[in-house]
């Protein structure tokens, strides 16, 4: 809804990075990637940002989208359910981002047993001290460490990644990002403008 990349742009973009896995995660769909997972040259994960009524998840590893008939009809409960029934990877991005509302906090502890990773660093988010909440998070509660570039617009590809060895499946996905190394800079906020931009677009 606020991106008008095709799939042609991202993975010219990626190839030209070096990147050789990403994630595709459209907001309430999991089409994207499933098209991407079809063409790309390179591993995808097929993955989805799920609104709740109190903020995002994010669905990996998925076969299909999250059932829901609109935005923010799902509780946290049956979005992270829905996840686990397909045998998917629940991540929590951008937790702690002190000016996105889509950001989940307070409800976090009381869902430990349900997250497998949490973004400690989302190229869009942009004060370090939201970075290093996440991260004192994750270390305390032992979750794995993740990463995200956020990117709405080629040029944002790649602003965030992380090294990790290759891996075959969720459960090997798992095993190599716990030993990854997050990598990245955080994206300049006019790049807002252009989400902004393409959500003019899609509704006129």
Known sequence: MDCVMSLDQII??????????IAVADHGTAEGGLQMQ?????KVIVAEEILTPHGEIMGMFLKESIFSQKPNLLSIEQAMSQIKAQGGVVCIPHPFDSLRKSRLTEELESYISW?????????RSPFSQ??????????????IRGAGSDAHTPGEIGNAFVEMPDFNGR??????????KVFGHRTSPLVHVGSVWAR???RI
Not at 115 to 123: H, L, P, R, T, W
């Open 12 to 21: 010219n973009n990626c190839q030209k990075k070096g990147i050789n896995c």
């Open 38 to 42: 079809k063409i790309a040259p390179f």
């Open 115 to 123: 997250i497998d990773v949490i973004e400690v660093f989302n190229a």
């Open 130 to 143: 939201d970075a290093e909440k996440a991260k004192i998070f994750a270390q305390k509660h032992g979750i």
């Open 171 to 180: 459960d090997d996905f798992l095993r190599a990002l716990a030993q990854g």
């Open 200 to 202: 003019i677009k899609k």
